[in-house]
């Protein structure tokens, strides 16, 4: 099918052409699915996949530095000597069947094209580009584009149940188009609606993997909507409750937090839950605890102290995503954030003028827990009022009772 100017392989990188240009000396190649779909929509196109009819050890005889990292797939990821891509070439093939609702038993190397892109998930990804720039779209991918509707190659049922996060991809894939979301035809919704426990087989890393991907879309609040009303939002998170109505941020692990913002539990608590249902990271973990812990906590634009607290208290990352999520709450903060970045910066830094031994001296306490807290209390005054020498800072001692008080009750540099 000719007709598509936008859709040429002169749009391929100069590696890319190489590496199409090596295989073809020894077979057939064609450019295969997003890649083309991207381009016919207008938009970035994302990585390259290549089919070929050459097996995998005539590609690795080919590209020697290559990695198989799909043998009984067909796949391999091509690196070659003259720069540092790695695209990933698979030998066009059939699949057998599906027992794990991710992968097929086994597959059956071929050599048509058009059988290859039969075992595609959606018609908008089984298109495929040959050496004269020839565009096969056998499943008129290019009309479902054109109508916004996603389809699925074949039996919708039987996609959906031969690879559950084909559920996810529908999602992701129907955000591709800005300010609107492509419509699931009638069999693919059914088949979603249907089988959306399937998403309990997958691993929850590649769940964590798609739904990051949505979540980076400029549309995402559409596609989390769409998500929500056919009930996969509560299958992934066992019903949780969740709160669409926030502003969504460029943060992955923000908007998370900002999802869940209603959760009644503590923070930790909250990290816990989503690390079971996504497998997110340590750090990630310890930024929604804190998030979710702070909740509207925000310094006053008026209070120079609460200011030079937060600043020194905070790493940049937890200012930042503090930031998001209270835009996402739809709380101001431009006005103290303009208030903080035009603070003077501190006259010493933030490290403690004051020492444990210091301390000692003037005070006579034993290195026990009342003379770290009294460490930690003045390191926080000597914060808040930019005080420059040891002097002015022993001098606070007066303001306190260090001998008598509760010093539970004496808080150290921190935020809140």
């Not at 691993?203 to 995402?220: A, F, G, P, T, V």
């Not at 079971?276 to 310094?299: A, C, Q, R, W």
């Not at 209390?377 to 000597?382: I, P, S, T, V, Y």
């Amino acid at each position: 099918m000719k007709g598509f100017p936008e859709v040429s392989q002169t749009r391929l990188d100069k590696e890319t052409k190489y590496i199409i240009q090596k295989l073809r000396e020894k077979g057939h190649a064609w450019v295969v699915g997003g890649w083309i779909r991207d381009l016919i929509l207008g938009i970035s196109p994302g990585d390259v996949d290549i089919a070929t009819n050459l097996i995998p050890e005539e590609i690795l005889d080919i590209f020697p530095k290559s990695i198989m990292i799909g043998e009984k797939f067909g796949t391999v990821r091509v690196r070659t000597d003259i720069g540092s891509k790695e695209i990933e070439v698979t030998t066009l093939r059939s699949d057998g069947i599906y027992t794990d609702n991710r992968r097929p038993e086994n597959v059956v190397f071929g050599v048509n094209v058009i059988d290859d892109i039969a075992r595609r998930d959606f018609t908008i990804n089984a298109m495929a580009l040959d050496k004269d720039d020839v565009l096969i779209d056998e499943y008129n991918g290019i009309s479902d584009l054109k109508n916004n509707i996603l389809r699925c190659v074949g039996i919708a049922e039987e996609r959906i149940r031969e690879d559950g996060l084909r559920i996810l991809r529908a999602f992701r894939f129907t955000g591709l188009k800005d300010n609107q979301v492509m419509n699931f035809d009638r069999d693919l919704e059914i088949a979603i609606i249907n089988n959306a426990d399937v998403l309990n087989n997958i691993s929850k890393e590649r769940i964590n993997e798609e739904l990051k991907k949505i979540l980076q879309l400029n549309n995402k609040e559409m596609v989390l909507q769409k998500m929500h009303k056919l009930g996969v939002l509560e299958i992934i998170f066992d019903n949780l409750e969740m709160d669409f109505e926030v502003n969504l941020s460029d943060d992955y692990i923000v908007n998370i937090a900002l999802i869940f913002n209603s959760y009644k539990k503590d923070g930790k608590s909250l990290s816990e839950f989503i690390r079971k249902k996504l497998k997110i990271s340590s750090k990630e973990m310890e930024m929604i605890v804190f998030l979710h812990n702070n909740g509207v906590n925000i310094p006053s634009s008026e209070n120079i102290f609460e200011m030079r607290r937060f600043r020194a208290s905070l790493s940049e990352e937890q200012k930042k995503s503090l930031f998001k999520y209270l835009k996402g709450m739809k709380i101001e903060t431009d006005e103290v954030e303009k208030a903080i970045e035009e603070l003077s910066p501190l006259k010493v830094g933030r490290n403690p003028l004051v020492n444990g031994e210091m301390l000692i001296a003037e005070t006579g306490l034993k290195p026990e827990m009342r003379l770290g807290r009294l460490k930690g209390w003045l390191h926080r005054k000597q914060i808040e009022m930019d005080i420059d020498n040891i002097e002015d800072v022993l001098e606070l001692l007066n303001d306190i009772d260090w001998e008598h008080s509760n010093p539970e009750e004496w808080l150290s540099l921190s935020w809140p």
